[in-house]
């Protein structure tokens, strides 16, 4: 519902869109369209955090691998290596599980946290734009989304 009053307090821009898409919806790979998506528990840190982490901001979508046809790995969730073509090459999602030598099990909550909220990893590097771009998105998260989505990653089993 904010969403749709969001949208209804945008302003009205007059502009005819011609083209049309080709896409042979529905779009059979992501299964059929999502009817609904249930409240999470209010008193589980690492359940709400799979909500934001899921179906809000597609955390899982991007660093889950690949399979052929626009599917994701999900015995191997958060373990990474889905490419992003970005200006200059190509970036790679990471593996944000709590594997300790390739995810984010050393990280501290704080470096995990000014990735979200300022593209930057662990060791300084400003990150590519898909995630990057999207820090002034995720800079207005609360301190409590903040703590239950680093509760929830922390869950992740280690993917090596
Ligand atoms: C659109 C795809 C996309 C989305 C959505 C996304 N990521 Fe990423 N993420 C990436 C890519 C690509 C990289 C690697 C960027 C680079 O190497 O410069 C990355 C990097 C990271 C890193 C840095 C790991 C490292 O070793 O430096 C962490 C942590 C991370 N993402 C966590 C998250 C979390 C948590 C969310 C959800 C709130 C999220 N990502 C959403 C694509 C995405």
Redesign the pocket.
Request: charged letters at 15%.
């Given at each position: 519902m904010a969403m749709v009053a969001y949208l209804r307090a945008v302003l009205p821009v007059e502009h005819a869109v011609t083209e049309r898409s080709t896409y042979p919806f529905p779009l059979t790979p992501y299964g059929p369209p999502v009817a609904g998506v249930p409240d999470p528990p209010d008193d589980d840190p690492v359940a709400r955090g799979a909500y934001?982490?899921g179906p809000l901001?597609?955390?899982?979508?991007?660093?889950t691998p690949p399979l052929p046809g626009e599917r994701r790995d999900w015995s191997r969730i958060g373990a990474?290596g889905?490419?992003?073509e970005?200006p200059g090459g190509v970036?790679?999602?990471?593996?944000?599980t709590s594997s300790k030598e390739y995810?984010?099990k050393d990280?501290t909550d704080e470096q995990?946290i000014r990735?979200?909220t300022q593209g930057i990893?662990?060791?300084g590097?400003?990150?590519?734009p898909?995630?990057?771009g999207?820090a002034s998105i995720?800079a207005q998260l609360t301190e409590r989304d903040e703590h239950d989505?680093v509760a929830y990653?922390r869950s992740l089993p280690p993917q090596e």
């Open positions: 934001l982490a901001a597609h955390c899982i979508d991007c660093h990474g889905v490419p992003f970005v970036a790679v999602s990471r593996n944000i995810g984010i990280w995990i990735v979200l990893s662990a060791d590097r400003r990150l590519a898909p995630m990057s999207r995720w989505l990653l």
